[in-house]
């Protein structure tokens, strides 16, 4: 595309940068796509069950050498250290909690696949709790906002996802077929998945049966994943590699495979690969932005100009790049910081549950407890979530980072350990998300620099008491669960984990209508810079128990629409519909 006219770069080339990037090529308009990372290939993933090499040594993360995140739990806390959950010998051992992989695919390549859409009070969350908990239910100085839209506005594009992309689940609340309703709290949909549900797991079977035993609505768990051949790629092959690790069949949705070649066969889209953005360009009067400044992979510094630009990066790195670039006139970006806790309970069952084999996400779940649903039963706690099971794709390292406390961490009690009892591992989590203070955010780190020069992020947040006690709560019920199940021994995280960083970080460019309050309106425009778009899951008003990227995806085609000129959808829910058209 070298001497043509740019309409759009995109900056990043993951969940979000590769679909609008994608729609936009499609369209017939030309887009250059930035990434930092490697442009990959399936072939670079053909031998990829190499637990050194993705779980110990993170080869897809970055990590704190070349892309440094500082942590303090309050601002009170001076200028903050180098994140200790991810730095040191083991600092790379959990993809987990470091940002998402780099190069195309983002972090769809090594994510575990779970697809979740938001049901429809999670868009109400701050109206519903103080409705029915009272306006002083939340904690002094929080910033939580409803959504500017509802579950109708984004359900055609929830659709759109599941059929594009290749979901695999079994819907609940599907237009025209009341025989599909395990979970009576799922949102309305027009029409069910694509493909049906992962195989499950022997011990994925007990706990719902389990959770039926104790009147509970167990369900089987939507995956980006392919139970069988879509669109040219395979159905899942069971590995056991698969959070943390490429997929080396395509099954799993990674947008390198699922929408990145789309885009590329028109000729409109060229993907750059090892371009690392470090400023966005403004004009003299600054509002608008003329391009971007990168540096290649031999390290000089490259200027590309385009008349629009969409910054598609992870939450934090979008935030880093705002503020490096001086986009914050409002003091807005970087605020609000939302991220999960994960809640885990590992236990042993008493017949071998296999988690070698399989994928987390080939799974069931409970929504009894999420959201508002939580007040029926502890109206102390502030918002729920849904209790998962995670029934293989466990590796022998990773099990022995996650021994309970009192086992063996070397020699004969080690093996003894590992042999009587790995076969039998078996978990459950929950996601809780914090509540956003005005303590809660990221901005530029005052000392420390990446090896380009380029300030670090720091990272201020910590667990508040209302954030524990939602944690509390699903270990409580988690413990039923394992005493229905029979299991023989369980440990549990605490209810305040060590970690800041979950690859599920969000809310630091929020959307709103108000131009003082918020960074980008509903469709990831920037309020300062009117050809300036900042997506994905920084634009999150609030955040609850379900992993972002469905709902990432969902905004990222209707951005798409918004900026191709688009109408939206249709929907059977789509006539309660707020979106704007213009």
Not at 61 to 67: L, N
Not at 421 to 436: E, G, K
Request: glycine share 10%; net charge negative.
């Amino acid at each position: 595309m070298g001497g043509e006219k740019i309409d759009v770069i995109v900056v990043g080339a993951g969940a979000s940068g590769a679909v609008i990037a994608s729609e936009l090529a499609k369209a017939n308009m030309k887009v250059v796509c930035l990434d930092k990372g490697p442009k990959h290939t399936t072939e670079d993933f053909r031998l990829k069950q190499d637990e050194i090499r993705y779980y110990a040594r993170g080869s897809l993360v970055p990590g704190m050498d070349t892309d440094p995140i500082t942590w303090r739990e309050t601002s009170a806390d001076g200028d903050g250290e180098l994140a200790p959950w991810a730095a040191g010998p083991l600092g790379t051992a959990n993809p987990l909690h470091l940002p998402p992989s780099l190069g195309a695919g983002g972090g769809t390549i090594h994510w575990g696949g779970a697809c979740w859409r938001f049901r429809e009070t999670e868009f109400r969350m701050k109206t519903e709790i103080e409705n029915r908990l009272g306006k002083d239910a939340l904690p002094d100085g929080n910033t939580l906002v409803d959504w500017p839209i509802s579950y109708a506005d984004l359900e055609p594009y929830y659709d759109k996802t599941e059929w594009e992309l290749g979901i695999s689940g079994r819907g609940s609340n599907v237009a025209g077929r009341p025989d599909l309703n395990e979970n009576p709290w799922e949102a309305p949909r027009q029409r069910d998945y694509p493909m049906p549900p992962l195989r499950q797991s022997a011990a994925d079977i007990d706990f719902g049966q389990a959770c039926e035993r104790l009147g509970y609505h167990p369900f089987r768990t939507a995956a980006a994943i392919a139970s069988e051949p879509f669109k040219g790629r395979s159905g899942c092959t069971y590995c056991g590699f698969c959070h943390g690790y490429p997929c080396h069949v395509d099954a799993k949705t990674s947008t390198h495979v699922a929408a990145l070649p789309y885009g590329e066969a028109s000729g409109n889209l060229e993907v750059r690969d090892y371009c690392r953005v470090y400023r966005l360009n403004r004009s003299n009067d600054g509002k608008r932005v003329t391009g971007v400044s990168y540096f290649d992979a031999d390290g000089r510094s490259v200027d590309l100009e385009a008349d629009k630009v969409v910054l598609a990066c992870y939450a934090l790195e979008n935030a880093r790049l705002l503020l490096a670039s001086g986009i914050n006139a409002n003091g807005q970006v970087g605020k609000h910081m939302m991220t999960h806790a994960f809640g885990f309970f590992m236990g042993l069952t008493k017949e071998p549950s296999n988690p070698y084999m399989g994928t987390l996400v080939a799974s069931t779940s409970i929504e009894d407890f999420s959201g508002e649903l939580v007040h029926e039963y502890d109206p102390t706690v502030l918002w729920g979530a849904p209790i998962i099971s995670w029934p293989g794709d466990y590796q022998p390292i990773e099990i022995a980072h996650a021994m309970p406390p009192g086992a063996p961490r070397w020699g004969a009690g080690f093996r003894d350990w590992m042999r009587d009892n790995y076969a039998h591992v078996w978990s459950m989590y929950s996601q809780t998300a914090n509540i956003p203070t005005y303590d809660t955010y990221v901005d530029l780190d005052p000392r420390r620099k990446d090896p380009w020069g380029q300030p670090a992020l720091r990272m201020t947040h910590g667990w508040g008491e209302w954030d524990q006690h939602m944690v509390d709560f699903l270990l409580g019920i988690k413990r039923k669960i394992a005493r229905e199940m029979g299991l023989t021994y369980w440990w549990e995280e605490t209810s305040k984990p060590d970690y800041h960083l979950s690859t599920h970080e969000v809310g630091t460019h929020r959307m709103g209508e108000d131009p003082a309050t918020s960074v980008v309106d509903i469709y990831g425009r920037s309020h300062e810079c009117e050809n300036l778009f900042v997506v994905g899951g920084g634009q999150f008003p609030s955040y609850h128990g379900y992993n972002p990227t469905e709902t990432i995806w969902a905004m990222a085609y209707m951005t798409s629409d918004h900026i191709i000129g688009r109408s939206a959808p249709t929907s059977a829910a789509a006539h309660t519909s707020s979106v704007r058209t213009h």
